[in-house]
């Protein structure tokens, strides 16, 4: 029913759905859902899970109700103000899967996310680099924020910085920090090398060390090895995700405080009539979520199938519906539009 729904919802704002895709198809994880997804989407080996608890997830979504279900409510609220759209990726934009390389958007998700940004202004903000979520992705009408909103470039019709020889200047809080990002990641390279399956991946202003391939006896050894690295380094810290350690600078910085920087660059910071709306699956996006709930004004959407703790007021429960949201969210504004010309 969902599936011909969404047909029938992508016909009628022109798109087609193609039901060939000539990236190579990825194996969605089913690993265990009772930890936190990280935002690489880097996964292991499959592992077998408990049938979800139907009950639970039926009350939790008494507190967290689906936005699809509340979208009217959401336009209604929407309506003659300036709806913001922040999205992450891994998770939300794209299915997690076992090789975070091949966590490829679809081409409908493409296309809902390119027409979103024709109505509104659009961020990508990800736990990844920003160069690896834009050769994700592919749009030039959206902004994108890498390292978990440590780097951040706008998109060609905003406002830019221009360094002396023209090029762009992407925002970096924590710029400085970048050679010694760089000594600590060639350091963990050598540290985790003799671990089987532990993975480094380096995201520019933060390494993620991945060890969802690591055999469950070694990952207390890794966790070891990785914090020692960096306890004496007070610059730095250390967070944990799912299967996933992250070595980042220890600056004031999160998706939350690269939400406001957006709004301010926007020229929507002190304004009265925004609404942001932010749908993410992490916990990293949490901080976001707790922007949007210290305005009481807006939409902050967490996507999981599961019960978890959260700040979000809305829910959707995977990235199939998060593409039928944003499709609908497209149409709504694009028919708006249209009355008042």
Same mark, same amino acid.
């Given at each position: ?17 193609? +039901? ?14 009772? /930890? ?27 507190? +967290? ?32 899967? *076992? ?48 390292? +978990? ?51 480094? /991946? ?7 060390? +991945? ?22 380094? $007070? /610059? ?39 609404? $942001? ?8 996006d949490e901080d976001a979520f707790k922007v949007?709930?210290?305005?009481? *004004? ?8 599961? $019960? ?27 028919? /708006? ?5």
């Amino acid at each position: 029913m969902i599936k011909r729904n969404l047909a029938k919802l992508m016909h009628t704002m022109g798109f087609q759905i193609s +039901h060939s895709n000539n990236q190579m198809k990825v194996k969605p994880f089913n690993g265990p859902e009772n /930890e936190d997804d990280d935002d690489n989407g880097t996964n292991g080996n499959l592992t077998f899970v408990n049938p979800p608890d139907v009950a639970a997830y039926a009350s939790w979504l008494v507190k +967290h109700p689906s936005a699809l279900n509340m979208f009217d409510s959401i336009t209604k609220e929407a309506k003659g103000k300036r709806v913001v759209v922040f999205l992450d990726y891994d998770g939300t934009l794209s299915p997690i899967v *076992e090789d975070p390389d091949k966590a490829f958007m679809s081409a409908e998700m493409r296309m809902a996310v390119r027409e979103v940004a024709k109505y509104f202004p659009t961020s990508i903000i990800s736990g990844r680099s920003r160069e690896k979520v834009k050769e994700f992705v592919q749009l030039n009408n959206v902004y994108y924020g890498g390292s +978990h909103g440590l780097d951040i470039l706008a998109p060609p019709r905003a406002v830019k910085s221009f360094d002396k020889k023209g090029n762009e200047v992407a925002f970096q809080p924590a710029k400085s920090y970048l050679p010694a990002i760089q000594e600590i990641s060639i350091e963990l390279e050598d540290t985790i090398r003799e671990i089987q399956g532990a993975r480094l /991946e380096d995201n520019k202003f933060c390494i993620s060390v +991945h060890y969802r391939q690591v055999p469950p006896q070694d990952h207390e050894i890794l966790k070891e090895k990785v914090k020692s690295l960096v306890e004496n380094r $007070p /610059e730095f810290r250390v967070t944990e995700g799912k299967m996933v350690l992250e070595v980042r600078p220890s600056i004031p910085w999160n998706k939350g405080d690269a939400l406001n920087y957006l709004l301010d660059t926007l020229g929507f910071s002190n304004a009265e009539d925004v609404l $942001p709306l932010y749908i993410g699956d992490d916990r990293t996006d949490e901080d976001a979520f707790k922007v949007i709930a210290g305005r009481r *004004e807006g939409f902050p959407i967490i996507v999981s199938s599961i $019960p978890k703790d959260t700040v979000a007021w809305y829910s959707l429960r995977d990235p199939s519906e998060v593409l039928a949201f944003l499709l609908r969210l497209a149409k709504w504004k694009k028919s /708006e539009t249209s009355f008042f010309k």
